[in-house]
């Protein structure tokens, strides 16, 4: 079944409690997927540097993972301006400015990559919105923008790397939030793999996400790539994708899969369920909309 939820905030003045806003749409819905939360957060770009999070584990297959990623890091010319570990979390911020795609790949095969981007930063684990709030911190986050995902495991195992948020694998600050099936994965992974493509699961919102910076990255406008996405992607889906600068939704022309929305002077919030938009205004009632079957849109800060 599962739950999405994004929202913008519209000026920077007003986007304060973005980590805060998305644990509690996520909560809101925690009932469409009981097994793992995640989101995707974006703050304000630091030129120049990337911030990366990877999956370690702890204790000594964390020690591990953490030598093999600085030992990758220090062999493409990645200097190390910030490291921490989290949780099950190993983030560190680099100075880089060689081949992202290639790079990305390389560190891939160091350790799991949760995300890679000038602005975003994935936060996914195991439990509810607010066992991975207490793990991570998520509430404390500021910034202009993110995305959220409850997970009901249906085709893979519950571990914190099959949960979404999914990044765009070997682009920077693509990330999407899905709830559906893509039927014609596979003969879409293959083309993409044809054109020197790496996936790291066989989850089919990773698809989508490359799909989608593989597009943008021709030049091709983010409006345009959800358009195209209804007549290339078969199946049932909503979904929300997010970039540095930008949030879109798409959904298909059956429309299985539930999206309502709310907008207003200061932000715009998408939601599987009106429940997660009453989170962010207890106690009045909200004018919603649910978009029609078939359509996308998007909406820049």
């Known amino acids: 079944m599962c739950g999405i939820a ?16 998305l644990v509690e749409m996520m909560d809101g ?17 630091d030129e120049g540097t990337l911030r990366i999070r990877f999956f370690v584990g702890d204790g000594d297959e964390a020690a591990a993972a953490i030598e093999r990623i600085n030992d990758v890091l220090s062999d493409h010319h990645a200097k190390v301006v910030s490291a921490e570990t989290v949780g099950i979390n190993y983030r560190v911020t680099v100075e880089f400015g060689g081949d992202l795609q290639r790079f ?9 990559v949760v995300s890679i981007g000038t602005s975003l ?5 195991v439990g509810s919105a607010h066992d991975v709030n207490e793990r991570y911190d998520v509430s404390s986050f500021q910034g202009s923008h993110g995305l959220g995902h409850v997970r009901l495991a249906t085709e893979s195992d519950v571990k914190p790397e099959a949960s979404h948020p999914f990044w765009a694998t070997g682009f920077a600050d693509v990330a999407i939030v899905h709830n ?40 091709i406008s983010l ?8 007549d290339d992607l078969d199946g049932t889906f909503s979904f929300l994708v997010s970039t540095r600068n930008e949030i879109g939704y798409a959904k298909d022309r059956i429309a299985a899969k539930p999206m309502i929305m709310y907008e207003n002077d200061d932000l715009i919030a998408v939601a599987s369920e009106e429940v997660s938009l009453n989170r962010l205004f207890p106690g009045q009632a909200l004018d919603t909309r649910e978009p029609p079957p078939g359509t996308y849109d998007t909406w820049t800060q």
């Open 6 to 21: 994004g929202i913008m905030f519209k000026s920077e003045t007003t986007g304060l409690d973005t980590g805060r806003a």
């Open 29 to 45: 819905c925690q009932h469409r997927g009981p097994d793992s939360t995640g989101f995707a957060l974006y703050a304000p770009a």
């Open 104 to 112: 990305a790949y390389a560190v891939e095969h160091a350790a799991r």
């Open 121 to 125: 930063d994935i936060v996914k684990d």
């Open 180 to 219: 559906g099936q893509i039927t014609n994965y596979w003969k879409m992974r293959r083309r993409l793999q044809q054109r020197g493509f790496e996936f790291t699961t066989d989850n089919d919102s990773e698809l989508i996400a490359v799909y989608l910076a593989d597009k943008l990255s021709q030049g």
């Open 223 to 230: 409006k345009e790539c959800l358009r195209t996405s209804i």
